[in-house]
């Protein structure tokens, strides 16, 4: 059963905004027990936190996933952020893949292309090692949506990016209220949090990087360079 908000439902809520920490977020809908929360300041929508899914629920659902680095279709789908990130680096960059799942095929496909590659994934690269060096380019593909604090993670991205580096991250944006509920993409127990283009834009403000969308669901921002020299000059 679907519940969307009304305005006088629209009250501050006990906790931030998990997104951008914003201070007021409201009630969005209720869908089959499960409550949203939507962040008028950044625009995420987002899973009640005593709703999220535990470590085991996430580990069985990623284990379904079939993202083989040598499957064509699969290699064409991560092109849509492989092609322009590999447009601004200049060669033989270091970047980190944060959050590669079992099959870290994009690592492989960018690995392909001159970079070198490290992987970080809590459940299936495990190295901590990778988190205490900084990169030149960060991937997150198919991962924002299930970050459980996602302030935390941008916050931990900022840290490991080098100044003048490109975080790119594929998602897929919220753009439909009215189709929310019946979304597939909704549906996977462990997406918890959903991004609209200006959420992004929202991020990259606080964080003083530029951002840019340069396709449907995926996102590269840049992060400020102090220096004067810039990573693609």
Known sequence: MTGLATQNDCLPAANPCRVCRSGHVIPFQVIE????????????????IAQLPDRPTERARYLLHENDPHDAGYRSFLSRLATPLLDKLPPGREGLDYGCGPGPALAHMLTEAGHT????????HPDASALRHT???????????HFHQPAREFARLD????????????????????????????????????????????????????????TQDVVLMRKADLSTTRIND
């Open 33 to 48: 027990g499960q409550d949203y929360w939507r962040c008028p300041t950044c625009a995420a929508t987002f899973l009640d």
């Open 159 to 214: 840290a490991l990016l080098r100044p003048g580096g490109w975080l790119a991250i594929m998602t897929c944006f919220a753009t439909d209220d009215r189709r929310f509920a019946d979304w597939h993409y909704r549906r996977d127990p462990t997406h918890v949090v959903f991004y609209r283009p200006q959420t992004f834009h929202y991020l990259a403000a606080q964080l003083g990087w530029d951002c840019e969308i340069p």
């Open 117 to 124: 590659v490290r992987l970080y994934d809590p459940f299936f």
């Open 135 to 145: 990169y030149d380019f960060i991937t997150c593909t198919e991962v924002a949506e």
